[in-house]
């Protein structure tokens, strides 16, 4: 529809999208908060875009969104952020060109472009449909409202500022504005010999009242007046109930996919639309659109003492009706009897509806507003029902696996109890056992659109683009990205407690991978005069990648330094993103300085890792990468190990991190409740597992109460809370069926709280790193113990393993053969050679027997 907007509080309104529905609002930065709680009061069924006067941060765009914006203008960079905060691709416009490898709602041309470009994108965006279903739109920005109806034409959605545009249609009532009726005519198209658009016209609840015709003129009228206006073939405009009474308040219109339609909304007065005085020229009103008016009907007219006033006039009975009908439902079991339940619901919930004045096309708009939210509930139930029904413990639920994967922004309630969820394997389904051993989705085509522009932006882009990306993901602009060595001394201050535990963790990771070092060479004779050896080389330049994010960890720099030191590699260069004043955590800096580092690159997530793969001018590339990271960080990793102009190898694939603890009878609540939250304060995404072998419910009520007891004492407990809520205890009976479901599993970390903890590591097949017994804590391996902390998660310890020294060496083979030892193979060799052909390969055997022969 296409009157002037309406005002809204706290909310500049400079622009209206000219087509049909829309309406683009212009809001000021500060008014987020407000303008959020007054969209969809403002707009009704009105689909309302937002553009900013600024970038906004990314919660503040998803808070609009869930307001019920249809989408929201942005710059391609905040595209690239929402993307991957889960925003559907239809909800993003971005204003100006689209980014690679980004599948978006449209582009929004702010300078007007010649008329056959926007034809030609038009066009070709019309093509293009995206995953979730339509095309994408061009927007185009228009100063002159006289040349937007060309524009309109080429299938564009012009944007006129509403200042300049009025709902008139006469020459001498326009007052050098622009009509907008002559906008939506210009995207019109009929194929009709009398020049009329067949008209659709329905009520707010969708519901079809009848079908018309409308003409350029009917148009004109209709949206000058604000009702229905259509075209009688036989009398000329028709102004719907200008006669019966019968009248229609329009509120908006809209055209089908092909423009050669139009529908239009109205609000029916009167007896109805039809001429039989029906509301409707097809069936009568069904179901919901029935029952309103019926409800409405009697709570003006019903005879007192009948149940309907009862229930109208007596709050309680309403209140007890509802809650009754609500339980049957609930108990109702087969098909018919669900049915019959949720019909008597949905007529006492229709009642409440009707008493307090709220019409149904306002609970409609309601269950559209909670369809277009970008954020996700837990959907857990209040804890008076809990505690009503006896309800313990939350269940894993049933969902399939393509639903949970939408769930990914949970609102987890603050004081709630933080316990894990709570399974019995022996009478839980299958599907709810891998449900528990499930990880997280990661959808690898998605993320790898959203990497592959910042690599290859710091591939061809160097330190500017490099510097450019750090300021806007880290927030922080820098001279240059990279600190090279010797590193001052003001870079690396602190404490006499912290230096010493770095340095004992340093001398114990390094005495642990010494021993590993293979410094022998293997010399074996396989016939007289042949000689194989083998014999191990350090990797020449490596870059380990140090996470920042929600925790600061010098820890993994030394986890991955030390290895390489120890290896002898003779450049090792770090990337860590660097905090908000553009220094690096001093403990990073301490190690980088203690394992004779050559530089560190001051920057995190895809960017570090594109820099460190394919060098700039100031950072040196390196062979290999090696660290953990996000999911941003794993596919740059495995993106440029796939490239062969990088030329550089990975560690290992990887995920969240995770834990899985074996605990029995013998377990001390408090030991495994810290081991879970160890782990689950790494970040929402880790993931928790617990295998109870043959633990009654006193014993898991005593962990629950430790988890819950220990995470409020924690600075992390937010973090912890949100990770919790999707973490699970599994009971199992038997040793043997804990680790069968164990190396099913294949978890980073494995954490044995179990009697004679040592006898049952034979049974590992598949882990990362194993802690037996009591006290053996994960964080000891983390930090100081000697094993690496750099493992493998996301079920990869079934086939990779943590980092260790070898992860920084590689081995070269050689061969060396006597004459007696070619005289003895080389005929192998020519026989095997033309075999395949391969006459070149015969020959450099042949010509030295030959030549052995002759002397």
Sequence with gaps: MFPLLPQVSSVTVPAVAVAPGKVLVSILQSDVPEIAKELKKAFGQAQF??????????????????????SVFVSGESAVDLAASGVPAGRLTV????????????????????????????????????????????????????????????????????????TEHQADKLDDKFPIADLLLASLSTDRQDGLYTTLVTDVLNQSLGLVYSSAESIK?????????????????????????????????ETDCDGDCLKFIVEQT?????????????????????????????????????????LFDDSDLLRAKIMEEAEELVEAKDAEEVSWEAADLIYFAMVKVVKEGVSWAQVMNNLDSKHMKISRRKGDAKQKWVDALGIKRQKVDEKPKEEKKEEKKEEIKEDGKIQLNHINADTASKAEIETVLARPAQKTSDIMKLVLPIVEGVKTGGDKKLLELTEKFDGVKLES??????????????????????????????????????????????????????????????????????????????????????????????????????????????VAHQIGAKAVVLAGGAQAVAAMAYGTESVPKVDKIMGPGNQFVTAAKMYVSNDTTAKVAIDMPAGPSEVLVICDKHANPAFVASDLLSQAEHGVDSQ?????????????????????????????VDIIRKCIAHSSALSVKTMDEAFKLSNQYAPEHLILQIEDADKYVPLVDHAGSIFVGAYSPESCGDYSSGTNHTLPTYGYARMYSGVNTGTFTKHITSQQLTREGLEIIGPAVMTLAA????????????????????E
């Design 835 to 854: 075999t395949e052909g391969l006459d070149a390969h015969r020959m450099a055997v042949k010509v030295r027997l030959d030549a052995m022969k002759k």
């Design 221 to 253: 009228e209709a949206i000058r007046t604000g009702t229905g206006v259509y075209q009688s073939r036989r009398h000329g405009l028709w102004y719907k109930g200008k006669e019966s009474g019968n009248t229609q308040k329009l509120i908006r219109i």
């Design 95 to 166: 204003i100006g060109s689209k980014p690679d490898n980004l599948d978006v709602g449209g582009v929004f041309l702010k300078d007007t472009p010649a008329l056959e470009d926007v034809a030609t994108l038009a066009s070709t965006f019309a093509k293009q449909l995206l995953p979730s279903g339509g095309a994408p739109v061009v927007y185009v920005n228009v100063e002159d409202p006289k040349a937007a109806a060309d524009l309109a034409a080429t299938g564009a959605t012009v944007v006129v500022s509403s200042a300049k545009l009025t």
């Design 270 to 310: 009167g007896a109805g639309f039809c001429h039989f005085n029906t509301e409707s020229c097809f069936s009568a009103a069904q179901g919901i659109s029935c029952l309103e008016k019926t409800l409405q009907q009697r709570l003006q007219n019903a005879p007192a003492g009948s149940y309907t006033k009862r």
């Design 481 to 590: 990205p990279i600190l090279t060595a010797p590193f001052s001394e003001d870079l690396m201050k602190i404490s006499d407690d912290v230096k010493a535990s770095i340095d004992m963790s340093i001398a114990n990771v390094k005495k642990f991978h010494a021993a590993q070092l293979d410094t022998t060479e293997l010399v074996v004779e396989t016939q007289p005069g042949v000689v194989c050896k083998r014999f191990s080389r350090p990797i020449e330049s490596v870059g380990l990648y140090i996470p920042g994010g929600t925790a600061v960890l010098p820890s993994t720099s030394l986890h991955l330094g030390v290895p390489a030191m120890v290896a002898g590699c003779k450049n090792i260069v770090l990337a860590s993103p660097p905090r908000k004043d553009g220094t690096l955590s001093p403990e990073v800096v301490y």
């Design 49 to 70: 875009h937002i553009m900013a006067d600024t970038d906004l941060s990314t919660d503040e765009y998803i808070h609009l969104l869930d307001a019920g914006a249809s």
């Design 688 to 716: 928790v597992i617990l295998l109870a072998v043959d633990c009654d419910q006193k014993h898991l009520d005593a962990i629950d109460e430790e988890l819950h007891a220990q995470a409020l004492a924690l600075p992390r």
